[in-house]
């Protein structure tokens, strides 16, 4: 099982960026599937935000966050990125990076190992 670590999140202001970093602490992360970006923001379900699938080196990111966030992995660092620009105040949320063995997708139940998560707080 790989043990995945996120850092990065902390508190910026509108239309700044972060850079959030989902490390393997065990294992290595591109023998998972899929790495997927979710956020939790207080009183609502988790949500997909991004995901990338290594054996066909693609990447998809849910509508509300095309346009501003980008996923990309560095395999020889063990490490997936979710680049965050424009930030929104809508943005706050815990972000969690999770894997799974086979195939990709959005649903949070396709995820089968999750990190611990990184809080994001976009406030003026």
């Known amino acids: 099982q790989v043990q995945l670590v996120e850092s990065g999140g902390g508190l910026v202001q509108p239309g700044e960026s972060l850079r959030l970093s989902c490390t393997a602490a065990?294992?290595?992360?591109?023998?998972?599937?899929?790495v997927g970006w979710f956020r939790q923001a207080p009183g609502k379900e988790r949500e997909f935000v991004a995901t990338?699938?290594?054996?066909?080196?693609?990447?998809y990111c849910a509508d509300s966050v095309k346009d501003r966030f980008t996923i990309s992995g560095d395999s020889a660092k063990n490490t997936v990125y979710l680049q965050m620009n424009k930030l929104r105040l809508e943005d706050t949320a815990v972000y969690y990076c999770?894997?799974?063995?086979?195939?990709?997708?959005?649903?949070?139940?396709?995820?089968?190992?999750w990190g611990q998560g990184t809080q994001v707080t976009v406030s003026s």
């Open positions: 990338i699938n290594w054996s066909i080196n693609s990447t």
């Open positions: 999770a894997g799974r063995r086979s195939g990709w997708g959005t649903m949070v139940a396709q995820y089968e190992f």
């Open positions: 065990s294992g290595a992360i591109s023998s998972v599937s899929a």
